[in-house]
């Protein structure tokens, strides 16, 4: 947990919970988004039990607005899985 830093720590106190989150999640951003998001995203993963990263090439903060057609197609991909089947390996 220490290895989130200061900065989720103090802008989320629930980071403390997320070893304990069961549910499936997808961390979901732009590989370019900023010089800590990448990193950030993938210790997340390593920190909630059932997570997986898909970080998008080339893309900085609003994926939404620069490739919604890769955002749709991650979001319908995760939500049509099966939410009793474990979240995938890291994507990138």
């Known amino acids: 947990m220490q290895s989130l830093g200061g900065n989720l720590?103090?802008?989320?106190?629930?980071?403390?919970?997320?070893?304990?989150?069961?549910?499936?999640?997808?961390?979901?951003?732009?590989?370019?988004?900023?010089?800590d998001f990448p990193a950030n995203a993938r210790?997340?993963?390593?920190?909630?039990?059932?997570?997986?990263v898909y970080l998008i090439p080339n893309v900085g903060h609003n994926p939404h607005e620069e490739v919604p057609e890769v955002v749709n197609a991650q979001l319908i991909r995760f939500l049509g899985s099966d939410p009793d089947e474990p979240a995938g390996e890291s994507r990138r």
């Open 9 to 35: 720590r103090g802008m989320d106190t629930v980071v403390n919970d997320w070893p304990h989150i069961q549910t499936k999640t997808l961390i979901l951003g732009g590989e370019v988004d900023g010089p």
């Open 43 to 52: 210790r997340a993963v390593e920190i909630l039990p059932n997570a997986e």
